[in-house]
Every structure is written in structure tokens, then in C-alpha cells.
């Protein structure tokens, strides 16, 4: 006896290589998208760790923490990428560490 083709095995076999395909690239889409919001975070965490090393250096070599960002670029070497973090900066005296907070910007 014969068997019975079933019209929707190769339909089904024809769709199953397409739709593991797009599963595939979704899958790679989104690790890639996490990879990149990782490398912010650590980006920010590291301008904010050397915004903190660069005022406490300056406290240990001035005597008084810096009284600007600016002061700090100028100063001590720290560069700040503006176009992808935004940096609040505020002093409340000059013997009281600065209030130090990096913000990552959205495009």
C-alpha cells in the first residue's frame, strides 16, 4: 500500500527554515543590544570613577576640591565625551567632595 503525501509537510517544512532564520536574527539583534547598553553603563561608571580620582587628587595636591568640571578638564586631564554624556557637577564647598553624577544621553 501507498502512503498519503500530506500536502502540509512540505509546507510546514518550507516555512520552518524561514521562521528559524528570523528567530535566529532576533536572537542576535537583541544580545547585540544588550552588549552595547553593557559597554554604556561601564563607559559612565568609568568617567564617573575618574571624575572622583581626578577631585580627589586635586584635594590632595590643592588643599580645596575642584570648584568646576571645567577646572577638572583643564587641570587634571579628564575629557568628557558631551555628545554621549551629560555630566552634573555640584559643589557645596571647597572642603566637601563634590556631588558627581554621569548620565549616558539618548540620540
Known amino acids: 500500500m501507498k502512503k498519503r503525501r500530506n500536502p502540509w509537510g512540505g509546507l510546514l517544512r518550507g516555512l520552518f527554515l ?3 532564520a ?3 536574527l532576533l536572537g ?3 544580545a547585540l543590544d544588550s552588549l552595547d547598553s553593557g559597554r554604556d553603563t561601564e563607559n559612565r561608571r568609568q568617567l ?11 584635594y590632595a595636591a590643592e588643599g ?3 570648584p568646576t568640571l571645567e577646572y ?5 586631564g579628564i575629557q568628557i ?13 571647597e572642603n566637601v567632595m563634590p556631588d ?3 548620565l549616558v544621553q539618548t540620540s
Do not use: K
Open 28 to 30: 542576535f539583534t537583541a
Open 100 to 102: 558627581i553624577t554621569v
Open 72 to 76: 577638572l578638564e583643564e587641570h587634571y
Open 64 to 66: 580645596v576640591y575642584p
Open 18 to 20: 524561514p521562521v528559524l
Open 81 to 93: 565625551d558631551e555628545t554621549r554624556y551629560m555630566v552634573d557637577y555640584r559643589v557645596f564647598a
Open 48 to 58: 564617573e570613577e575618574a571624575l572622583r580620582r581626578g577631585c580627589t587628587a586635586c
Open 22 to 24: 528570523v528567530v535566529v
